[in-house]
């Protein structure tokens, strides 16, 4: 069942997460980042569409489905914890017609004053499918004394009979498995795992790095060759303060940061005098930004009239870092 594996990629997301709680580049207002693998048909795509709230919108097509969603996190502070509540809508939709939609669970970080920190998400996901199948999960919330945590349960719903056709169950940080059928339906002590499959796999990676970066994260930063010229000056790739912290020049970094951050005060001005984004617009039905298209045009014609540089910088091109 095609909801199965829709259920792997929205559990997957969190696997990386583990042991990356510093507090990522505030992205400037305008600012956008690509990825582009030709020889995978992928194509993805996003910008910072608002200042105040702060809203990242992506585009994403592969073969035979479009994907798009935009995030924005309502913060709380609980003194020694932070909680993170995801607002927003991630829709896949494939050729055939058939959609998805599902929103984020909750993300909390815990001991941010004192003790090893550490992240945790919960809460009940739901994915709404337009076709016959939709899925209910539920991230279990981590106590104190919990031996087993991570642990993620759910189901595959029929929409046409409201019967539970599958059962999931795993863990966000390590795999899901599924059974077929209802087991609740079985015979007392029917033992569910005994009939499991693996539906997904975290891949254990042994690199550690300083922000335990996944070697694709760390690749995502990488100025290749020839990609310079086909950027625009948005792209996230040519920030000068990620790049010199990225290449151990900390001082350098510093004052870029400091340089940005004023730039960035600016940005709630531009968008109170009306300023919009450049490759999305808000639709006026669900509120949800959508692409508007052009962007990979313009790349291919190396036209970026009218795009402004926003990190304000020179002429001065970022070099690629080798990671030790």
């Known amino acids: 069942m095609r909801i199965l594996n829709i259920a792997a990629f929205a559990i997957s997301g969190y696997a990386s997460t583990e042991g990356r709680q ?14 582009d693998y030709p020889d995978k048909g992928l194509h993805f795509f996003s910008e910072k569409v608002s200042h105040h709230p702060m809203i990242v919108a992506c585009h994403c097509e592969g073969r035979g489905w479009k994907f798009w ?11 020694r914890s932070i909680q993170l509540d995801p607002v927003g809508v991630l829709t896949l939709q494939f050729d055939d017609g058939e959609t ?8 909390s970080i815990y001991n941010i004053i004192l003790g090893k920190i550490y992240c945790d998400h919960y809460g009940t996901m739901r994915i709404k499918g337009s076709g016959n199948y939709s899925c209910k999960l539920k991230f ?12 993620v349960h759910g189901f595959v719903q029929d929409n046409r009979t409201g019967e539970k056709v599958a059962m999931l169950v795993g863990k966000w940080d390590e795999a899901m498995y599924y059974v077929l059928g209802d087991p609740t339906t079985k015979p007392k002590g029917y033992d569910p795992m005994s009939e499991a499959v693996l539906l997904w796999g975290r891949e254990k990676s042994v690199t ?6 996944t070697p694709f994260a760390i690749s995502l ?15 996230s790739r040519l920030r000068p303060d990620q790049r010199h912290l990225e290449n151990g020049e900390y001082e350098l970094a510093n004052a870029e940061k400091l340089r940005l951050e004023h730039l960035q ?15 999305f617009r808000k639709d006026k039905e669900d509120g949800c930004y959508r692409y508007i298209g052009g962007y990979w045009e313009a790349r291919e014609r190396r036209n970026w009239d009218g795009i402004p540089n926003i990190f304000g910088q020179g002429s001065e091109s970022p070099t690629c870092s080798v990671e030790d």
């Open 100 to 107: 998805f939609q599902w929103s984020k669970v909750t993300t």
């Open 221 to 235: 930063n990488e100025m290749m060759p020839g990609l310079l010229e086909k950027l625009p000056p948005t792209d």
């Open 69 to 79: 969603a935009d995030s924005n996190l309502k913060g709380k502070f609980w003194g």
């Open 265 to 279: 005060r600016q940005a709630r001005k531009l968008q109170e005098r009306g300023w919009q984004p450049r490759w």
């Open 140 to 151: 279990k919330e981590q106590s104190i004394i919990d031996r087993n945590p991570h642990q």
């Open 22 to 35: 510093c507090k990522p580049f505030n992205p400037l207002l305008g600012e956008t980042y690509e990825a």
């Open 208 to 213: 550690k790095t300083r922000y335990n970066l």
